[in-house]
């Protein structure tokens, strides 16, 4: 199954911390990495008050089951030193599943495709990069489509 996966990080060496958790996720058992996006600077969503952030994406091939590939990311979280104080929050690294296929689910502990997709530029744009066919499963919108949608406060640039 075709799987999209975001990360980001405003603490410490953000970019390197974005590579570490990529390097993590690719000796996953069972996960093979297809395409990784650039990196983005932005702007932090939420709470404002806290540093800038290094985002971006990646496309992994996997037959590990949602729930349990969510158990693994928050693992790797976990092992690189996250620590969860505050919604929205400054964080070292934050690794969510944007899409899982084409399936959509809400369970206690994740709900696919991740709701806020629509909302965050920081998303969309590195999903136009790397999947830019990509279809959202409930919107029934390719990631471009989304992306007009949006108000023009949310600053993203390449890095």
Not at 42 to 50: M, S
């Amino acid at each position: 199954m075709k799987v999209l996966i975001s990360y980001g990080s405003n603490m410490g060496d953000k970019k390197e911390n974005c590579r570490e958790a990529i390097r993590r996720i690719l000796k996953l058992k069972g996960v093979t990495i297809l395409w990784e996006s650039s990196f983005y600077r932005t702007d932090p969503v939420g709470i404002i008050e806290q540093d800038w952030f290094v985002n971006g994406l990646i496309s992994v091939e996997t037959d590990i089951p949602p729930e349990e590939l969510l158990d693994r990311l928050l693992s790797i979280e976990l092992q690189m030193g996250r620590v969860r104080e505050e919604k929205w929050g400054p964080r070292l690294i934050d690794l969510d599943i944007i899409s899982y296929g084409d399936q959509v689910m809400e369970s206690e502990k994740l709900t696919l495709p991740h709701p806020e997709t629509p909302n965050r530029a920081f998303v969309l744009i590195p999903i136009r990069q790397i999947e830019p066919t990509w279809i959202h499963p409930v919107t029934g919108k390719t990631a471009g489509e989304m992306l007009q949608e949006l108000s023009e406060d949310q600053q993203v640039q390449i890095i």
